[in-house]
């Protein structure tokens, strides 16, 4: 059974970091991790993702100069290191193991995590 928990979100000014957290528990061979975001009435959106085997990234084009995604075996846990935080990266924050760059290939979700910037 995979398990993912989120943590790290929270209030920052616009410039800021922030470094979210995706514990991770459960098999993820030849899964990979990815890191998806959702603001109000909006769509759920891909931000990256990392191979599980290989470690491998992604980014979407969008966000690819300022976020950077890595991982930590021994502690089974993917990181999202966000840089430059602007307004428009406001939004629920999820981890969730799967394929490709598109949600619905992603059958594992954690409960997300919010991430909240102020001009």
């Known amino acids: 059974q995979v398990q993912l928990v989120e943590s790290g979100g929270g209030l920052v000014q616009a410039g800021g970091s922030l470094r979210l957290s995706c514990a991770a528990s459960?098999?993820?061979?030849?899964?990979?991790m990815g890191w998806f975001r959702q603001a109000p009435g909006k769509e759920r959106e891909f931000v990256g993702r990392i191979t599980w085997s290989g470690g491998f990234t992604y980014y979407a084009d969008s966000v690819k100069e300022r976020f950077t995604i890595s991982r930590d075996n021994a502690k089974n846990t993917v990181y999202l290191q966000i840089y430059n935080l602007k307004p428009e990266d406001t939004a629920v924050y999820y981890c969730?193991?799967?394929?490709?760059?598109?949600?619905?290939?992603?059958?594992?979700w954690g409960q997300g995590t919010q991430v909240t910037v102020s001009s």
């Open positions: 459960g098999s993820f061979s030849g899964l990979s």
């Open positions: 969730a193991a799967g394929l490709g760059n598109d949600y619905r290939s992603y059958n594992y």
